[in-house]
Nanobody, 114 residues
Framework: QVQLVESGGGLVQSGGSLRLSCVAS????????MSWYRQAPGKEREAVGV????????NLLDSVKGRFTISRDNAKKAVYLQMNSLKPEDTAVYYC???????WGQGTQVTVSS
């Protein structure tokens, strides 16, 4: 079955950086676009961005454009979210998801202090 394991979250000061990783298994990873979502306390889960199967195209939420970058390594079955210039409003649990599948990982907590 589809398994997604996110890691790399933590506590960081405003303006800092984090790199999230998501390792996938249970499906043909290179054949699927991958997405990152986040859910802040008391808010609905929202899509942060999506990367194409080859990694040469990515769409990002307007509020993170210029600060976040999505990349992938198909050989490692991994997708990454590089987050720079973090803001307190980026505080959330971050999840990765394979486009077309309904499975979620456990997520990784990102907390940005002001």
């Amino acid at each position: 079955q589809v398994q997604l394991v996110e890691s790399g979250g933590g506590l960081v000061q405003s303006g800092g950086s984090l790199r999230l990783s998501c390792v996938a298994s249970g499906f043909a990873f290179p054949n699927y676009a991958m997405s990152w979502y986040r859910q802040a306390p008391g808010k609905e889960r929202e899509a942060v961005g999506v990367i194409s199967v080859t990694g040469d195209a990515a769409n990002l939420l307007d509020s993170v454009k210029g600060r976040f970058t999505i990349s992938r390594d198909n050989a490692k079955k991994a997708v990454y979210l590089q987050m720079n210039s973090l803001k307190p409003e980026d505080t959330a649990v971050y999840y990765c998801k394979a486009v077309g599948f309904g499975s979620w990982g456990q997520g990784t907590q990102v907390t940005v202090s002001s």
